[in-house]
Every structure is written in C-alpha cells, then in structure tokens.
C-alpha cells in the first residue's frame, strides 16, 4: 500500500475508533439533558421529531413517527403506542392523540400547550449542554466542527440507498 493510502486507511481507522463511542456519549448525555428528569429517550426522541419534522412543528402522522423512530431505533409499533399513550394521559399531557382526518385509520399526534413549553425547555437544556461542550473551543473550531458535521450529513443522505453496513 502506497503511503499515501496508508495514512488515509490509518485515518479511516482512527476515525472509527474515535467516533463510534463519542457519538455515544455525546447522544447520551444529550439526551439525559432533554429528559429534564422527566421523560424516556423514546419520549425525548418523539417530541424532538414533532418539533423537528410536525407540520409548524406541532402536529405529526403517528405513522411518520413510527417510520421515523425504526429508522433510529428497533422498536415494536406497540411500543410506540405505549409511548404516545403515557405521554397523552396525566401526568405528561404532552400530547393530543386524534384521528387524521384524511385516514379513519390514522392517527395525528398534537402538542398541547404543556407539550410545547416542555420542548421549548428541553431546546434550552440542549442549547445549555452545547453551551458547555463548546466553551473550550475558538469560534473557528466550532464553526469548523459543525461544518465537518454537516459535510459527513449530507454524504450519508445522498448515499443512504447505497451505503451498506455490510460490503462485501
């Protein structure tokens, strides 16, 4: 192997090593700042997509939220529903289950109020526990850092169809 190739396979290698466990801890602990010591990661993970993917992030298909979950996590459509539902009744209330109005089969999941204030807290916990992450690093490496990040995004989501965990 040619030296050159050598040290790209080296960095590869480094790379792999380095990032697997960080974006562990890193999600971790990002996550146990969103549960402000109230809700399961699934729950974070569901209010995060309402915010995130819910028309005027408020309102989401229960659909799109399954399909959107197994995307990240192996989990039972069940277990979805059991998810909603504790969020739905007392003490959460963070959520109105109803019937989509184009699908008697479908369901809509809505943010109440109490839901919308909760996940304006949890995006004041994250932007706290970012805060506190990049207080070691100049403007520069931040802005570098999340343009690394948003480089190796946007190679996952154009090659998505044809990256396998597995080559053969």
Do not use: C, N
């Not at 466990?21 to 993970?45: C, N």
């Not at 659909?63 to 959107?68: D, W």
């Not at 539902?85 to 289950?97: D, G, K, V």
């Not at 403007?139 to 990256?163: K, M, N, S, Y």
């Amino acid at each position: 192997m040619a030296m050159a190739g050598r040290v790209h396979f080296d960095a590869m290698l480094e790379f792999l090593e380095f990032f697997y466990p960080l974006h562990y801890r890193v999600g971790m602990a990002l996550e146990d700042a969103l549960r402000l010591g109230k809700l399961t990661r699934k729950q974070v993970t569901i209010l995060w997509l309402i915010r995130s993917e819910g028309q005027q992030g408020r309102r989401i298909q229960r659909k799109r939220i399954e399909q959107l979950l197994s995307s990240w996590f192996e989990i039972s459509s069940s277990a979805i529903t059991k998810a909603l539902r504790a969020m739905a009744r007392p003490p959460l209330s963070l959520i109105h289950l109803s019937e989509d109005p184009h699908s008697g089969r479908e369901k809509l999941v809505t943010l109440t109020p109490r839901g919308e204030r909760l996940i304006g807290a949890m995006v004041e916990a994250g932007r706290q526990f970012i805060a506190d992450l990049a207080s070691d690093l100049s403007p520069a490496e931040l802005r570098q850092g999340i343009d690394f990040l948003r480089r190796v995004d946007d190679i996952i989501r154009e090659r998505a169809p044809t990256i396998s965990p597995v080559r053969r």
